[in-house]
T-cell receptor
């Protein structure tokens, strides 16, 4: 099946610094990638949709200037948390959708997630 | 928009059968997915339903009724390793994938 990787898997940073998280589709091309955030004991909340070659679409309540998304190629999307604060500590998960965009059973393939802790 | 509901927590005994329900309201329905998520890990795909009926895959089965906006995930012969959160997610035309709140299942010996 399709494999999505994320890097780093875990990061601890000081308040005020910026953190970049990479999401890669390893064996398929993904025109669309999604970034989710998950707080403890809660479900996944979609933050933004990342489209290759165009600007990301952010969900309501997500600050686009704080969470910078770049989808420069069909296999890579990055999420940068700028000026991180303790309340940004969360589990960030990306997913990728096949270039066909059709629901063919397993529409989205998830990365392993990145645990961000802001001190 | 979409509205998805699941029970928050369930408990079952090893070897038993458990049914996790999911109700949803959406327009342009394009499929319902079930994912399993262990603590600290990303979700893993379990099943996909787009037509009414039951889809069986080993110990796991998933059912869908589009007219009722209802699905369930059936887990048979429960094992301890099945203790996890189970997320139902709905796909709709022109809308993003939306996850339900998830059901935390605890399997007891």
């Amino acid at each position: 099946g399709a494999v999505v990787s994320q890097h780093p898997s875990r990061v601890i940073c000081k308040s005020g610094t910026s953190v970049k998280i990479e999401c890669r589709s390893l064996d398929f091309q993904a025109t669309t990638m999604f970034w989710y955030r998950q707080f403890p004991k809660q479900s996944l909340m979609l933050m933004a949709t990342s489209n290759e070659g165009s600007k990301a679409t952010y969900e309501q309540g997500v600050e686009k200037d704080k969470f910078l998304i770049n989808h420069a190629s069909l296999t890579l999307s990055t999420l940068t948390v700028t000026s991180a604060h303790p309340e940004d500590s969360s589990f960030y998960i990306c997913s990728a959708r096949l270039a066909s965009g059709r629901a063919v059973g397993n529409e989205q393939f998830f990365g392993p997630g990145t645990r961000l802790t802001v001190l | 928009g979409q509205n998805i509901d699941q029970p928050t927590e369930m408990t079952a005994t090893e070897g038993a059968i458990v049914q996790i329900n999911c109700t949803y309201q959406t327009s342009g329905f394009n499929g319902l997915f079930w994912y399993q998520q262990h603590a600290g890990e990303a979700p893993t795909f379990l099943s996909y339903n787009v037509l009414d009926g039951l889809e069986e895959k080993g110990r796991f089965s998933s059912f869908l009724s589009r007219s009722k906006g209802y699905s369930y995930l059936l887990l048979k012969e429960l094992q301890m390793k099945d203790s996890a959160s189970y997320l139902c997610a709905v796909s709709a035309y022109g809308q993003n994938f939306v996850f339900g709140p998830g059901t935390r299942l605890s399997v007891l010996p």
